[in-house]
């Protein structure tokens, strides 16, 4: 595997990572505005804390190395998160979409690159 490919799975990796680890800090730092949003896309608000707690468990599983299964879990359960938010923003039209629209490319950049180092 060339060295380049490598360095670009990890940059992709890093920056998915600080958008993930970011949005997912807000669920704690910022409760009341996550609240308000969640409420304005019609999502339960007791979701919030759970939420967050496994966005940063799913960090963590992309970034290992020994357990390949937890960390194709991972990828799935973000794939189902953002494509969920995706519809949620779009079914009540405020046009909020484009965060996790973003997430979802850098998610699948960062699958198919996982998947050529780890080759």
Not at 18 to 39: D, P, R
Not at 62 to 87: H, P, R
């Amino acid at each position: 595997m060339s060295n380049k490919i490598v360095l670009i799975n990890k940059v992709v990796k890093v920056l998915f990572s600080l958008l993930v680890l970011g949005g997912a800090s807000q669920y704690f730092l910022n409760h009341e505005m996550v609240k308000e949003m969640f409420t304005a896309i019609e999502f339960p608000t007791y979701l919030i804390y759970p939420m967050g707690i496994a966005k940063i468990l799913g960090i963590v599983a992309i970034w290992n190395t020994k357990y390949n299964t937890i960390k194709e879990w991972a990828f799935a359960g973000f794939f189902f998160n953002f494509l969920l938010g995706i519809s949620a923003h779009l079914n009540v039209g405020d046009g909020e979409f484009y965060g996790a629209l973003i997430a979802l490319i850098m998610l699948a950049a960062t699958y198919v690159l996982n998947k050529k180092v780890t080759e």
